[in-house]
């Protein structure tokens, strides 16, 4: 009976043998699935999740004070342009006045600002051809090279320029060297300067019995140049 009972307690305890060391080498796994231990595991990922939240808000503040510096680049850049085209058109009006009051003296100076304005007469409508084989934009020196090159390879050439100035094609840097500087009284009527060789000449390329008619440029045999001031 003692044997066999010994047999059955040997038999129990090698049963019971691997399941305690399968409880002693699962022991350290099933530490982690505590309470305490799981919330420390989920605990990271809500810090993330909260971080991730933080900034993704700090994006969108960012977005938004970006457009507001767009938007105040954008004004000020605006204002700056304003300022600066109005600027421009006072010193044009200033330089225009000034130019135009050269030569004259005080006296004739307050009695043209007293004096009315006279009224203009009509300006004849000149007819403009319908069609020309070269037309030149602008009345400065490099419309009038171009018209007396093409002058020069085709003689019989007809060339039209169309100025917004209303003078003939004249030379622009005399008005602000040698014309302002001049010690002729008379230098505003007469828009004549002596040159850098000593011999004088005026400030127009050619006089106005150099260009021929509009109207009449397109009937012309022997071709010519002609020129439309006050023209866009």
């Known amino acids: 009976m003692f044997r066999c009972g010994s047999l059955a307690a040997g038999a129990f305890k090698q049963k019971l043998a691997p ?4 409880v002693c080498v699962r022991g350290p796994r099933q530490r982690n699935r505590l309470p305490g231990n799981l919330f420390q595991r989920w605990h990271v990922p809500l810090e993330l999740q909260m971080t991730r ?15 507001v510096l767009v938007l105040i680049v954008g004004l000020s850049t605006i204002g700056a342009g304003a300022y600066a085209y109005k600027t421009i058109k006072d010193d044009q009006k200033r330089y225009d006045e000034r130019m135009s009051g050269l030569g004259l003296t005080p006296e004739e100076k307050q009695k043209r600002a007293t004096s009315p304005a006279p009224e203009r007469e009509p300006i004849p409508q000149v007819r403009v051809p ?3 084989p070269f037309l030149l934009i602008g009345g400065g020196t490099a419309a ?9 390879r085709d003689p019989g050439a ?20 040698e014309l302002w500087f001049s010690d002729d009284p008379n230098v505003t009527k007469t828009l004549r300067f002596r040159q850098w060789n000593g011999k004088e000449r005026s400030i127009y390329f050619q006089p106005p019995s150099f260009y021929v008619s509009a109207q009449d440029l397109p009937h012309i045999e022997n071709g010519g140049v002609a020129v439309l001031t006050g023209k866009k």
């Open 130 to 132: 319908s069609h020309v």
């Open 144 to 152: 009038f090279a171009a018209a007396r090159s093409i002058r020069a």
């Open 158 to 177: 007809r060339v039209l320029i169309v100025s917004e100035d209303p003078e003939l094609p004249y030379m622009r840097p005399p008005l602000s060297k």
């Open 19 to 22: 399941l305690v060391r399968t």
């Open 53 to 67: 939240q933080m900034a993704s808000s700090g994006a969108s503040g960012g977005k938004i004070d970006n457009s």
